[in-house]
């Protein structure tokens, strides 16, 4: 029997992105699918209009915050080759208004719990922006 199977996913889930909850940055945890699972308040903070993203596709996400379809197939590509992804400049238009963000996303592992196992993402706005 795996170690998994004691544990409730959704605690599990909710104690492995508590660090992202209070960061500065506007952070979310996916599965390996990109489909998102959690996020923190301040994404909701930085892209108020989207409103609950449970579940949604990231690439959907993406979309709806207007990034070019050069940066989300530049995203999806580099996650997959490298595991790991940095765009330094995403021009997004939030509620009229031009913000500049990066993106920082890290597949995860965990051995003992394979629900751990995604993608992980950070937002940070950029200073001026």
Do not use: W
Not at 41 to 52: C, E, H, I, S, V
Not at 64 to 80: C, K, M
């Amino acid at each position: 029997m795996a170690l998994e199977e004691f544990f409730n996913r959704s605690n599990i889930l909710d104690l492995s992105f508590f660090n992202f909850r209070n960061a500065i940055t506007a952070c979310y945890f996916a599965d390996h699918d990109l489909r998102v699972l959690r996020t923190n308040d301040n994404f909701g903070k930085f892209f108020p209009r989207l409103g609950n993203i449970a579940n949604a596709s990231f690439h959907n996400v993406l979309e709806q915050l207007g990034v070019e379809a050069e940066h989300i197939d530049s995203f999806v590509t580099q996650l997959e080759a490298d595991g790991h992804v940095f765009i330094p400049k995403i021009p997004i238009r939030v509620d009229g208004m031009d913000k500049v963000f990066s993106l920082m996303s890290t597949k995860t592992h965990d051995a003992a719990f394979s629900y751990l196992n995604g993608v992980q993402v950070a937002c940070p706005r950029r200073v001026g922006s």
